[in-house]
């Protein structure tokens, strides 16, 4: 069990125009927040999704909302909260409730 909250750092490199800021960028935010900030290794070929439930985190911190696509979001927004440095935005995790048949 982790003392502290974790997070996974996510840069799409697609999107990055100054990879070494938006780390620094995500760095900031973990710091300001509390969590220990988790990077995915280099190469990997796993999806974020998959990333965020391999590695059982807390939080995603990406440097904007542009670094994940809307239906990655959704989906990841099923797992944990997502952060974001700029503009400075919290995804909330979904809460439980779904609710059974009403038959």
């Not at 799409?12 to 300001?32: F, G, H, M």
Request: hydrophobic fraction near 40%; aromatic fraction near 6%; charge should be negative.
């Amino acid at each position: 069990m982790r003392t502290l909250p974790t997070a996974l750092g996510h840069i799409d490199d697609e999107v990055t125009t100054a990879p070494e800021w938006d780390k620094a960028l995500c760095t900031r935010l973990a710091r300001q927040l509390g969590y220990l900030l988790l990077w995915p290794p280099e190469n990997t070929r796993l999806r974020l999704l998959d990333l965020v439930r391999e590695t059982d985190v807390d939080a995603v911190i990406a440097p904007s909302p542009a670094h994940v696509d809307a239906l990655t979001l959704d989906r990841i927004m099923h797992v944990c909260d997502v952060e974001t440095a700029t503009p400075r935005e919290t995804f909330a995790r979904y809460f439980g409730g779904r609710r059974g048949c009403p038959a």
